[in-house]
DNA sequence: CCGTCATGCAACTCCCTGGTTGCTTTTTTA
DNA sequence: TAAAAAAGCAACCAGGGAGTTGCATGACGG
């Protein structure tokens, strides 16, 4: 894989966790189980304004962008927080913003060479 | 406005940057600005897939989110990256994992006692 | 002044997403 | 072992979001 593919995926990847944090029920989901720890099913949905159903499906999209993974233990399926994509996609971001700061600053001392 | 108002908003802009940046010719265009500096519509449009009201339609999205800005200049409209937004999307995704992190490192803690 | 280049405005289509309800299956537990 | 708890499966629906096309407006250059 080239640096540039490798970049691409990268950006790929941090764009499924982003569009899985852009829901307000799922980013909640992400806080109580940062906060809260590991959870069934049940536990997060009596905490939630929206079905279990709802709250499923929603994992099921977290689990798709690799936030969230689960275990299962007995009748009930406990949930749990993934932090190495939340971080992935922190340092690209961070990145993104970085690289145009940057930029910003060679056209500051550019303007100001007159 | 309280401490916990104060975390709220935060995250609720949070969300918004997540949502807007979820969509992949949305975030392609964050993108091409970081890199390439600020652009007209029809330069952004003319390095894309998409129509020019569409580009126009994803880039009011991301305003709407503060994550760029325009300002007019004789017939045309330049589009400009605004890096705070981005930046505290970022932070805030660090401490969701990293609280997480910590939570996991005090359970590994308490395991390892007996 | 006139063509053209950059953009604005509006209507319309398509389909994906979030949410629901209803029923079934699998474990517990009393 | 029967009731209850936890979750799975499937169908369905309403709304919004991404994209398009068509036409109007405004600013520049010769």
Redesign the pocket.
């Known amino acids: 894989m080239s640096p540039r593919d490798a970049a691409t995926a990268t950006v790929t990847q941090a764009r499924s966790v982003f569009?899985?944090l852009?829901?307000?029920?799922?980013l909640s989901l992400v806080a109580r189980l940062s906060s809260g720890g590991p959870q069934?099913?049940?536990?997060?949905?009596s905490r939630s304004?929206?079905?279990?159903?709802?709250?499923?499906?929603?994992?099921d999209?977290l689990a798709g962008a690799g936030v969230v993974h689960?275990t299962?233990?007995?009748?009930?399926?406990?949930w749990e927080l993934d932090s190495t994509r939340l971080l992935d996609a922190s340092r690209a971001l961070d990145q993104i913003s970085r690289r145009w700061d940057e930029a910003l600053d060679r056209l500051k001392i550019f303007v100001e060479r007159d």
């Open positions: 569009s899985a852009g829901d307000e029920t799922r069934s099913i049940s536990q997060l949905t304004r929206v079905t279990r159903q709802a709250v499923t499906k929603h994992l999209v689960d299962r233990r007995g009748r009930e399926r406990i």
